[in-house]
């Protein structure tokens, strides 16, 4: 006798969330479905439609999650005690950080692109560099040029692309980031 599927009511949004998570990291978005994803629950799709209207929805709850992080550490970085350059080289590094240690959320957040989650996860990198732009001139001595703060996310975005896969984690790659940040230090300075 196989066990009884949880119904719509029995299953979370945390028990969805964290199977289809599992999968975005595993598999290109188009190769997820929601029958893929209830198969692994032991549920029927239907069940997990009653929490998310489609699938684009539930990488958007997914990568959310993951921009939310990444703000905080931009927000507990310019909050902090700090002269400005001390707090410039920690975000810098916090990004880096960010993006080695959650290397398959990063890619999900800034590098994943298909015509049905654009919108949304455009939407949520847009609002993240907002953050991200602002805690730089939150900082500054004097006002940053927009080229300026564009060109050390696409430093910083170049440098976590560069590494992924190459290294497991922020540790394997330390002494990288402290030289990357510290010349981006350098050149707003």
């Known amino acids: ?17 964290e199977v289809a998570h599992k999968q975005f990291t595993e598999k290109d ?10 198969k692994e629950l ?7 439609y009653y929490h998310f209207k489609n699938k684009a929805e ?7 999650a993951y921009f939310t992080q990444l ?13 400005y350059k001390t707090k410039l080289y920690n975000v810098f590094v916090g990004f880096m ?16 692109r298909d015509v049905e989650i654009d919108g949304l996860s455009q939407e949520a990198a847009n609002l993240s560099y907002e953050k991200f732009a602002q805690s730089l001139q939150a900082l500054a001595t004097n006002k940053l040029l927009v080229s300026d703060i ?22 394997e790659a330390r002494e990288a980031v402290n030289v990357h940040a510290k010349f981006l ?3 707003l300075t």
């Open 71 to 83: 703000n905080k550490i931009l927000d507990d970085t310019v909050n902090g005690t700090e002269d």
């Open 1 to 17: 006798m196989s066990p009884r599927k949880p119904s719509a009511h029995e299953l979370t949004q945390e028990m969805i969330v």
């Open 58 to 64: 539930l990488f958007y709850v997914i990568i959310g």
């Open 185 to 187: 230090v350098k050149a």
């Open 42 to 48: 032991g549920c029927s799709h239907g069940a997990i």
């Open 150 to 171: 564009h060109s050390v996310f696409i430093a910083l975005h170049g440098f976590v692309s560069h590494y992924r896969h190459y290294v497991k984690d922020y540790e």
């Open 97 to 112: 950080k960010f993006g080695l240690n959650h290397q398959s959320q990063y890619e999900l957040m800034f590098m994943v």
């Open 29 to 38: 978005f188009q190769q997820v479905s929601m029958r893929s994803i209830a």
